[in-house]
C-alpha cells in the first residue's frame, strides 16, 4: 500500500507556471510507473503526463513543451512543471501510481488532488 499526497495547486494568470509535487509514502520500495491526471468540473478526467520506473516520460499532446514530469526517488517524490498555462489547464489535478510488476500502464493508488486555476 501507498498513499499520494499532492501539493502546489494554486491560482496563476495565463503564461505562467506552476510546479506540482506528490508525496509518496508507505511501500515505496517497490518499482512504480506514476502519472498526472486531470479533471475539470463537467469533463471526464484525462491523463496528462506518465513516468515509467525507469523515467520514460510521455505526455498528451496539448501538454507537450509546456509540462514536464519527473521524479526524485531519493525524496519518493514526483513533480510536474506547468509552464505557459492556458485557460483550458485549470483543473484538479491527481497523482497516480501502479505497480511496476502488475499495474502499468494502469494505476492503483491516487492522491486526493490540488486545485489548479489559470485566469486570462
Known amino acids: 500500500q501507498v498513499q499520494l499526497v499532492e501539493s502546489g495547486g494554486g491560482s496563476v494568470q495565463a503564461g505562467e507556471s506552476l510546479k506540482l509535487a506528490c508525496v509518496m509514502s508507505?511501500?515505496?520500495?517497490?518499482?512504480?510507473?506514476m502519472g498526472w491526471f486531470r479533471q475539470a468540473p463537467g469533463k471526464e478526467r484525462e491523463g496528462v503526463a506518465a513516468?515509467?520506473?525507469?523515467?520514460?516520460?510521455t505526455y498528451v499532446e496539448s501538454v507537450k513543451g509546456r509540462f514536464t514530469i519527473s521524479k526524485d526517488n531519493a525524496k519518493n517524490t514526483l513533480y510536474l512543471q506547468m509552464t505557459s498555462l492556458k485557460p483550458e489547464d485549470p483543473a484538479m489535478y491527481y497523482c497516480?501510481?501502479?505497480?511496476?510488476?502488475?499495474?502499468?500502464?494502469?494505476?492503483?493508488?491516487w492522491g486526493q488532488g490540488t486545485q489548479v486555476t489559470v485566469s486570462s
Open positions: 497516480a501510481a501502479g505497480h511496476n510488476d502488475y499495474d502499468c500502464p494502469a494505476f492503483s493508488y
Open positions: 508507505g511501500d515505496t520500495d517497490r518499482g512504480y510507473c
Open positions: 513516468i515509467t520506473d525507469d523515467g520514460t516520460p
